[in-house]
């Protein structure tokens, strides 16, 4: 008889970068325990393996990201297959297996492996989420995925602001410099894994304070295969009102009309060779689009003056129509040599606003907002032996936005519609149209260099770096006044490139690097991860050299000339400790300093100091000036954790976090030698966060399997949001700073999932989401002084239901399927969103002023909405 066993243990990340690929270790043993030398570890589908050493120890590198056969052979034994070998970047994977002898040739013992509940090597929390499981859940897109996991609240991570978390494609950043945020959106048939990184990490992870995403892409492979999806949506909600005002009923959608295609979804993906040696590809296209829940009627047009001139026809409010892609080419030269190329974009048009209910019954005069995006390049990989290999990558992101109603500056409709006039309320829009002409571009090439060796059996050393290149542009194309002519008619004035008032586009070409060092240690029990990261930052921007005569026009003061801003240089260490107490729960540290640039956005939008030439003698601007010359913001994590395997089936994780928070972005006022005040971005603001996280994994018992986790959490600092402090002052209040619950400080959040499977057959599967309330300011009168204490109340608690059911069949060479979503089941009408300051409450107001605003459906929550659609999958069965 011939046995084999396998204990799979996904443990630390393994790879050089935050990348694609993975590493598998272990060690081949003969059923008596003793280590087995020579034995040929092999992995199915790729051409990747090793040999056993003495003392039975094998590693495996550079595995790209998948679930994999692993074949382990020795001369003599019993040949052994292990299935459902889950390799995940960056992280490492150990496969221990057991072989008998076998005098004579046996058939091969296959071997399913399964993943414990809880992995006792990690020193920080990583949630990697396959492409099996997002295909079960009620998810469409990165976003979803995202923010399903602990600690992350609206995509605040573990307290900190937006912009705070680096997002990555295959390892490389495809962040948006402008503002910190991805650049192109990921819809889940791309995906075959998706990595979040809520605590602390590791020292080849950078500009990012709070966390890190890694969006691993799907590959071809060696055999032609297709899918496709398509799905058809709509709003399914009671006719019940939105709102309640004082005992009236206001704020209903009695107008909408269910129409199964307000939502709709077409998608196909097709991999495999193309004809030529070793060549590989994917490609995806889909388009999707979806109309607003909240139907317009087309009462007045732009250009109505006197009397409504619109059809009274009806259309979406707001709509969005996006198509978007995915092409990827792998080339491997020969064993230990690849070349990829691969290119991610998304075409997006929209209508969309802050405001946008005021267009109700003007929606020709709403702004358009288009986007294109893209995210592409080539990556290189080269084995140069068993224990070492390096990898390079070359990208190039770009994003292009513009938001305007009309392309052309000069189009005559401009000037036939003229500015937006509302009706005496004050509420809706009757006439003009929207003057914004807002765009924004950014061009980022992207070097990305790293490698790794196992240099000893108990040293994986990684060093690497990477070379940053934006090229921003912003600003407005061109201004448009409207000023009374002689005759004392309205009409519309055009100012392109008239600075300081009227500036044209801004254009700036910073220059960022980066390089990190990086060590993981297997010392008897312990593993250690000990890095050390270095940042640098040029702006490649002046400024004024005396803030007190910012456009040297103070007569009798000192000469204020432009000087360059300085370079920015940050290091960060970082270390992380997990200790195994048994084989089945261990405990863990880390601790790290995490460093990152604001938003360019920020930092070089209002920049031109020549605009104050005007300021007044003892008068305050509160229009907030950019400053290039700022530093890197800061956050010290330090976190504790203990893992559990509580069964075979059920594992706990429980950890303990604190943040403390400097030299945020915020807002100082610099006195003038003219006795004027002028506000302007600096490293101001601060706070911290304390909080800890306990999460449930169960794997499925018969037909069922969940995932709960829990986040207790306090986020407090001096302001929510960096120009908080100059509108404080603006409106009186004062300005001074003291800490107080963040915008999005919510205390309690609670995530559970539940899936029902049969495997090749049926699934349904549900997400509930539960979450406290967040802050709000407390009105007890109306006018100066009537508020409480900033953020002092809270919102009512909340809850969210979602819901995925999908029967599959099989079709000759096909498999096919059939499924229903349903998002937001009990037709949530709030989930933290506005509530009025009066009551606290979303429904309820004491103060009449509020009556108009409660009549605004887009206030509440999306309601509930209903897709069903079909896959048909063409991969050989």
């Known amino acids: 008889m011939l046995a084999a066993c396998a204990t799979l243990i996904p443990g630390l990340p393994g790879d050089a970068r935050a990348g694609t690929t993975g590493r598998l270790t272990g060690t081949v ?66 496969l221990d297996v057991a072989l008998e002898e076998a005098a004579v040739e046996v058939a091969e013992v296959v071997v399913s492996a399964q993943r414990p509940v809880v992995d006792v090597n990690l020193t920080s929390n990583i949630a990697s989420v396959t492409r099996q499981e997002i295909a079960n859940l009620p998810v469409q897109e990165l976003a979803d995925i995202v923010n399903l996991q602990a600690g992350v609240v609206d995509g605040h991570f573990r307290g900190g602001r937006l912009g705070e978390v680096q997002y990555q494609v295959d390892g490389v950043t495809m962040n948006n410099s402008f503002d910190n945020t991805a650049t192109v959106k990921l819809d889940r048939s791309l995906l075959e894994e998706v990595q979040v990184i809520s605590g602390t990490f590791d020292a080849e992870y950078g500009q990012a304070m709070s966390g890190v995403v890694n969006a691993v892409l799907r590959r071809g492979g060696p055999r032609f295969e297709w899918s496709g999806e398509a799905f058809l949506g709509s709003y399914l909600f009671d006719r019940a009102p939105r709102g309640v ?70 259309e979406p409010l707001g709509t969005l129509d996006e198509w978007s892609g995915l092409a990827k080419l792998s080339w491997r030269l020969k064993p230990g040599m690849e070349l990829s190329y691969q290119a991610v974009g998304n075409r997006l048009e929209e209508r969309r606003s802050n405001d946008k209910y005021a267009y109700l019954f003007a929606p020709n005069s709403l702004s358009r907002q288009q986007t294109n995006a ?47 006039e509302k009706e005496p309320s004050g509420q809706f829009v009757i006439e003009g149209v929207d003057f914004n002409r807002f765009v924004q571009r950014s061009n980022t090439y992207v070097l990305n260099a790293s490698a790794t060796s196992q240099v000893r059996r108990d040293h994986l050393v990684k060093v690497g770096g990477e070379f940053q290149w934006p090229y921003l542009t912003f600003g407005n194309d061109g201004w448009l006044t409207a000023q009374s002519s002689a005759a004392g008619r309205e009409e519309i004035v055009r100012h392109q490139n008239e600075p300081p008032t009227f500036p044209g586009l801004q254009r700036y070409r910073p220059v960022i690097a980066s390089a990190f060092g990086q060590d993981e240690i297997e010392w008897n029990d312990l593993r250690i991860r000990a890095g050390l990261r270095y940042e640098f930052f040029d702006a490649k921007a002046i400024v004024p050299s005396d803030p007190s005569n910012p456009a040297n026009a103070i007569a009798g003061a000192p000469e204020s000339k432009p000087k360059d801003t300085s370079n920015k240089v940050a290091l960060m260490p970082r270390i992380g400790v997990s200790h195994p107490i048994t084989s089945r729960a261990s405990v863990f540290f880390a601790y790290g300093h995490f460093t990152q640039m604001p938003p360019l956005r920020d930092m070089f939008t209002d920049a031109d100091y020549s605009v104050l030439s005007n300021l007044q003698a003892a008068t305050t601007q509160f229009d907030v000036m950019g400053n290039p010359d ?58 911290n966060v304390t909080g800890f996280t306990v999460a449930l994994d169960q794997r499925p018992i018969g037909l069922i399997s969940a995932t709960l986790d829990y986040t207790w959490q306090v986020a407090n600092g001096n302001t929510s949001d960096p120009r908080e402090t100059a509108t404080r002052a603006e409106a009186g209040e004062d300005p001074r700073p003291e800490l107080v619950p963040l915008n999005w400080d919510q205390r309690h959040t609670l995530n559970l999932t539940l899936t029902v499977a049969r495997p090749e057959r049926w699934s349904g599967s549900a997400i509930a989401r539960f979450a406290s309330g967040q802050p709000y300011t407390p009105l007890v009168s109306a006018g100066f002084g009537g508020g409480l204490e900033h953020n002092s109340g809270r919102k009512p608690a909340s809850f969210l239901v979602d819901l995925r059911g999908e029967r ?35 429904y309820y107001s004491n103060n009449p002023a509020d009556e108009n605003t409660l009549e605004d459906p887009t206030r509440y929550y999306g309601p509930r909405r209903v897709e069903l659609g079909f896959t048909l999958n063409g991969a050989p069965r």
């Not at 599959?808 to 009025?836: C, I, K, P, W």
């Open 374 to 420: 893209v995210a592409h390049g080539l990556d290189w990989t080269h084995t140069l032996s068993p224990g070492s290999f390096y990898k390079l990558a070359l990208r190039h992101n770009h994003y292009y936005y513009r938001d305007r109603i009309y392309d052309d500056f000069w189009d005559a409709r401009y000037d036939a519609a003229g500015p937006i």
């Open 808 to 842: 599959r069949f099989g079709m000759g060479q096909m498999g096919s399927s059939l499924f229903l979503r349903v998002f937001n089941v009990f037709d949530t009408r709030f989930f933290n969103g506005d509530v009025f300051a009066s009551t606290g409450d979303p």
């Open 29 to 94: 043993r003969d059923a008596k325990k003793q280590p087995l030398a020579s034995a040929n570890i092999g992995m199915v589908g790729v051409p990747l393996g090793a040999a056993s050493q003495a003392d039975g120890r094998y590693t495996v590198l550079n595995i790209p990201s998948g679930t994999y056969g692993v074949r382990v052979q020795l001369i003599g034994y019993g040949p052994s297959l292990i299935q459902n070998v889950v390799i995940s970047a960056d992280q490492t994977t150990t």
């Open 630 to 687: 700022i530093k890197p913001e800061l956050t010290v994590q330090y976190q504790f954790g203990y893992k559990q395997a509580l069964s075979d089936v059920l594992g706990l994780d429980f950890t303990v976090f604190y943040k403390d928070i400097r030299d945020l972005l915020g807002v100082e006022f610099v006195s003038t030698y003219n006795d004027a005040e002028y506000a302007r971005f600096t490293n101001a603001d601060f706070g």
């Open 245 to 314: 005002f004082s005992g009236g009923l206001d704020g209903t959608l009695d107008d909408y009309q269910y129409d199964p295609g307000v939502t709709q979804n077409y998608q196909v993906t097709g991999s495999g060779p193309v004809g030529l040696p070793n060549v590989s590809f994917l490609a995806n296209l889909r388009r999707y689009a979806n109309d607003d829940y909240v139907t317009a009627t087309r009462v007045f047009e732009p250009t109505d003056s006197t009397a409504p001139g619109g059809d009274f026809g009806t």
